[in-house]
């Protein structure tokens, strides 16, 4: 299967920190992807995770485990632009498929 | 990144009429994928445009709802057909990039 879990929301304060979780069915894994979604705009690339661990970018950083078939995305130093859905997608083969976000709301 | 365009970006349509959406990409691509964003969720595939062959249609999607055409590598159009307001959604097309995909602006479509 593809199922792909993620809390449907969140809130957390300006300047905090947030972390959102992902867990996906292993097989056939070929990367784990995480999409910014602000409302009425396409998505648009945040991360890619391949390997196992941390990659970081600025305030955003993707952490995966692969044997455990889990991911995190981590927002540092929250700002109220950082409101949007956040999607987490496994890669396979050519495809992409989705969870079904997590919309994250900023508050002051 | 590509740059992608769709049209209409938004439209309003009648129950039991067809809709043709376009997605232009301003480079040739060998694969482009269609999209179906529901309200209030996450993106489904439809199915993976390829030039000079049929679609792939993913599960729970056929190609007499939703034909597909793709006439060269960088142009594809989704039609859905026969409309109902369950097919209320947008519709988005994307690309691949390096990683993952990039995806168009999207056309929102209301089926009254």
């Known amino acids: 299967g593809q199922n792909i879990d993620q809390p449907t929301e969140m809130t957390a304060t300006e300047g905090a920190i947030v972390q959102i979780n992902c867990t996906y069915q292993?097989?056939?894994?070929?990367?784990l992807f995480w999409y910014q979604q602000h409302a009425g705009e396409a998505p648009t690339f945040l991360s890619y995770?391949?390997?196992?661990g941390l990659e970081e970018k600025g305030r955003f950083s993707s952490f995966l485990s692969r044997s455990k078939g889990y991911s995190y995305l981590l927002l540092k130093e929250l700002q109220m632009k950082d409101s949007a859905s956040y999607l987490c997608s496994r890669g396979g083969g050519n495809k992409l498929t989705f969870g079904t976000g997590t919309q994250l709301k900023v508050e002051l | 990144s590509a740059v992608i365009s769709q049209k209409p970006s938004r439209d309003i349509c009648q129950r039991g009429t067809s809709l043709t959406i376009q997605c232009q990409v301003d480079?040739?691509?060998?694969?482009m994928f269609w999209y179906r964003q529901q309200p209030g969720q996450s993106l489904t595939l439809i199915a993976t445009?390829?030039?000079?062959?049929?679609?792939?249609?993913e599960s729970g999607f056929v190609i007499d709802k939703f034909p597909i055409s793709r006439p060269n590598l960088t142009f594809s159009t989704l039609t859905v057909s026969n409309m109902s307001p369950e097919d209320s959604s947008i519709y988005l097309c994307?690309?691949?990039?390096?990683?993952?995909?990039?995806f168009g602006p999207g056309t929102r479509l209301t089926v009254l």
């Open positions: 995770n391949v390997l196992d």
């Open positions: 480079s040739q691509v060998t694969m």
């Open positions: 292993t097989s056939g894994f070929n990367g």
């Open positions: 994307s690309v691949p990039s390096r990683p993952g995909q990039f």
């Open positions: 445009a390829n030039q000079g062959s049929e679609a792939t249609y």
